[in-house]
């Protein structure tokens, strides 16, 4: 990362939402459903298929959990009603788990049944550690429940994911193994990039040396190159094995993969709660951060 790319990811806060907001948009399908629909539809044109998520997280009132949880649902119907290759991804915390925990499961349950009666599958998105707990707790559960169209998230920068990884092998899950992005402490993240690559590898290689389906979520060059290489020794034939990019990025990349056969899956989000997701992604991504201080000094 550049010494100027730091600095503006640094100074993100004191720029105007509106100039994030421009340099943003190629991660963001747009304002509204509709939005991700096409989105979705032109990925599959391509051969790719989404997953679709609801802007939103860390709601605090049960009215906005309910609102989100309607959002949601309007996406499994979305899904449905145009066929799309796709599925709903879902962050527990827009649900209302800061609000009560019986409530949020509620409301998740709510969503995976209707998934599951329309042959359809809802991802729970993993967010930062104060809810990685819960999160497997729901999870476990909804199996308990009988409800086996539910997937999870593990983050290789915690170095709690090993033992997480293990302990779900049992329920022969599927798994979207992703690097992390929340900012985390030394005490429970490992700070190292090089070893956050080197415990990718080997959670990867501990998921795709089970049972389980494995969503191999990265735009590390590295960690692709040796995802490919571990799917071609232990799953040549490419079953239970995805990978996922986010929208707008690596375009080049998904079209390669796309082509060499593997199944690739797009994260779509879309809604008017963009900043921290788009932040976020601003910060795993500095040389985009360079554009929006070039936006916010030229007007460009």
């Given at each position: 990362?550049?010494?100027?790319n730091?600095?503006?990811?640094?100074?993100?806060?004191?720029?105007p939402?509106?100039?994030v907001?421009?340099?943003?948009?190629?991660?963001?399908a747009?304002?509204?459903?509709?939005?991700?629909?096409?989105?979705?539809?032109?990925?599959?044109?391509?051969?790719?298929?989404?997953?679709?998520?609801?802007?939103?997280?860390?709601?605090?009132?049960?009215?906005?959990?309910?609102?989100?949880?309607?959002?949601?649902?309007a996406?499994?119907?979305?899904?449905?009603?145009?066929?799309?290759?796709?599925?709903?991804?879902?962050?527990?915390?827009?649900?209302?788990?800061?609000?009560?925990?019986?409530?949020?499961?509620?409301?998740?349950?709510?969503?995976?049944?209707?998934?599951?009666?329309?042959?359809?599958?809802?991802?729970?998105d993993?967010?930062?550690?104060?809810?990685?707990d819960?999160?497997?707790?729901?999870?476990?559960?909804?199996?308990?429940?009988?409800?086996?169209?539910?997937g999870?998230?593990?983050?290789?920068?915690?170095?709690?994911?090993?033992?997480?990884?293990?302990m779900?092998?049992?329920?022969?899950p599927?798994?979207?193994?992703?690097?992390?992005?929340?900012?985390?402490?030394?005490?429970?993240?490992?700070k190292?990039?090089?070893?956050?690559?080197?415990n990718?590898?080997?959670?990867?290689?501990?998921?795709?040396?089970?049972?389980?389906?494995?969503?191999?979520?990265?735009?590390?060059?590295?960690?692709?190159?040796?995802?490919?290489?571990?799917?071609?020794?232990?799953?040549?034939?490419?079953?239970?094995?995805?990978?996922?990019?986010?929208?707008?990025?690596?375009?080049?990349?998904?079209?390669?993969l796309?082509?060499?056969?593997?199944?690739?899956?797009?994260?779509?989000?879309f809604?008017?709660?963009?900043?921290?997701?788009?932040?976020?992604?601003?910060?795993?991504?500095?040389?985009?951060?360079?554009?929006v201080?070039?936006?916010?000094?030229?007007?460009?």
């Amino acid at each position: 990362m550049s010494l100027f790319n730091k600095l503006v990811v640094a100074t993100l806060p004191a720029i105007p939402k509106s100039i994030v907001k421009v340099v943003a948009q190629r991660y963001i399908a747009g304002d509204k459903l509709s939005d991700a629909v096409r989105a979705t539809q032109q990925l599959m044109q391509k051969g790719a298929c989404s997953t679709i998520d609801v802007l939103g997280e860390f709601v605090t009132t049960r009215e906005r959990a309910v609102s989100e949880t309607a959002a949601q649902s309007a996406v499994i119907d979305a899904i449905d009603k145009h066929k799309l290759h796709s599925y709903l991804s879902v962050k527990p915390t827009s649900l209302g788990l800061d609000v009560d925990k019986d409530f949020a499961y509620e409301n998740l349950t709510s969503l995976v049944k209707k998934a599951k009666d329309r042959g359809l599958f809802v991802r729970m998105d993993m967010e930062n550690t104060p809810y990685t707990d819960i999160t497997l707790e729901f999870y476990k559960r909804l199996r308990a429940d009988g409800y086996d169209n539910v997937g999870v998230v593990i983050q290789a920068y915690l170095k709690r994911s090993e033992a997480d990884i293990r302990m779900l092998l049992e329920y022969a899950p599927s798994v979207r193994l992703c690097k992390g992005i929340y900012v985390e402490s030394a005490e429970v993240a490992i700070k190292d990039p090089d070893g956050i690559r080197g415990n990718y590898k080997k959670l990867l290689n501990i998921l795709l040396t089970s049972s389980a389906r494995v969503h191999i979520a990265t735009h590390d060059e590295q960690l692709i190159v040796d995802a490919e290489r571990q799917v071609a020794q232990h799953r040549p034939s490419g079953k239970d094995v995805e990978f996922q990019m986010l929208l707008g990025v690596r375009e080049d990349r998904r079209d390669a993969l796309l082509k060499a056969g593997h199944k690739v899956r797009i994260y779509v989000p879309f809604g008017d709660d963009w900043y921290g997701y788009s932040t976020r992604r601003l910060k795993e991504n500095p040389q985009v951060a360079g554009y929006v201080a070039k936006a916010f000094l030229t007007g460009k």
